[in-house]
Structure formats: C-alpha cells, structure tokens
C-alpha cells in the first residue's frame, strides 16, 4: 500500500512525538513534521503532502495565517486545525482562514483518525481533485485526461485507479503484484496478464505514437510514472 502523506505542523515535541507513535500503527499514513510556520512553508515548496494538520498557536506565526498562505499558493488539500480554544468564534476563524476542519485538544486520536480518512477519501472522490500528469491535467473522480487544448481522453475505470495509484507513488515503482491487488483486489482468474493487457491499452491512450513522451514506465518488476 502507498501511503498518503501527512504533514504535522505544531511547536510541542512531545505532542509530535504522541502524534507519530499513534500513526505510525497505521501504514495508511507517511508522517513529516515542521515546528514552525517557516519550517512547514519549506517543506509545502519542496514536497507534495494530501492533507495537512496544523496547530492555530505557532511560534512564528498564526496558524490562521499559515493555512490562509497554503490556500493562497494554490495547495487545495485538506487542512485540520487543531486548538486548545473550543469557542464558536475561534472555530469559525479557522475555517473562513481556508481549514477543512477544526478539531479541539484535548482529542481522542480515534477522532482524529476517523476525520483524517473522511477527508482523504472525499478528496479522491471530489470531482475538484485535479492532478498534474505529464502533458495532462487528471481528474480521477470523472476518469478524464484533459490537454491544455481541451482535448479530453476517457478512462475506464480500472485505468483511471491504475494512473491514480501511480500518481501518489510520486515516481516510484510499484511492483506488479502491489497494483494488481489495488486495483482489482483479490480476485480469483485476475492475473499479472490482465494487469498488463490494461496497462498496455492505456499506453495507447496516453501516450504518443512516435514515442516522443514516454508517461507509463515500466521499470524492475513493476510500473511507475515519468512526473
């Protein structure tokens, strides 16, 4: 399983420290962690997280202000603030600053978890989720592959959850069994061959005769993409 990644923005150690060792019993999820706002600004610019959980009472800055920079910069992710402050004015600050929601210390981590997924799951499911793929923009809710001309090229559903899949490896490989799996789950007659009878039809598809922009790699076992 690909794991989607969290970004943790707060300036307490300890609660960092608690935070990871929960998560980490759920390989659903790949933890990074900024202390500050500075800190969590450098990594937005240098990674691709999916949803981010950022503490309103930072060192250096607002997380208010934090999150309205995140929106502004054009990351649409989830974002959920956490605050030791449980008013309705505080709450309603958080999300008009741009937060996808807003969860109050101290927190059952079930909760936390719960709300987390809820979140990733409807943003996979979003007709908004758009994702840059090569030469083309993904939506993967209406399994379209859109040019910058306006051309659009439909996907089945099963190669729109194979270049989905792909997509949150960030370029790695995904061996064959792995995308299989995902894909199709454990089907009995489903074979390594149906996986590369699609993939070969959505090479077709996607990309050029002439070989020009190669898009689906494969590569030591399995398939990843040219990002």
Not at 72 to 98: R, V, W
Not at 136 to 162: C, N, Q, V, W
């Amino acid at each position: 399983m690909i794991a989607h990644k969290l970004l943790i923005v707060d300036d307490d150690p300890l609660f960092i420290d608690l935070l990871i060792e929960q998560l980490s019993l759920h390989d659903e999820l790949s933890v990074d962690t900024a202390l500050s706002a500075a800190k969590a600004r450098e990594k937005l610019d240098e990674q691709t997280y999916d949803i981010v959980i950022l503490d309103i009472e930072l060192p250096d800055q607002d997380g208010r202000e934090l999150c309205r920079y995140i929106r502004k910069i054009g990351i649409n992710i989830p974002i959920i603030f956490l605050s030791g402050n449980a008013s309705e004015a505080d709450t309603i600050l958080g999300l008009e600053a741009g937060a996808t929601d807003y969860v109050v210390k101290p927190f059952k981590f079930g909760v936390l978890l719960a709300r987390i997924r809820a979140h990733l799951r409807q943003v996979e499911l979003s007709d908004r989720a758009v994702l840059n793929l090569g030469r083309y923009l993904f939506r993967p809710a209406l399994k379209i592959l859109e040019m910058k001309d306006g051309t659009k090229i439909k996907l089945t559903e099963k190669e729109s959850h194979i270049l989905r899949y792909l997509h949150r490896a960030n370029g790695q490989i995904v061996g064959r069994l792995e995308l299989l799996n995902e894909v199709w789950g454990y089907q009995d007659g489903v074979t390594t061959h149906t996986l590369e009878t699609h993939i070969y039809r959505l090479r077709q598809k996607i990309e050029p005769t002439d070989g020009s922009q190669k898009i689906l790699l494969t590569d030591e076992g399995g398939y990843r993409l040219a990002l």
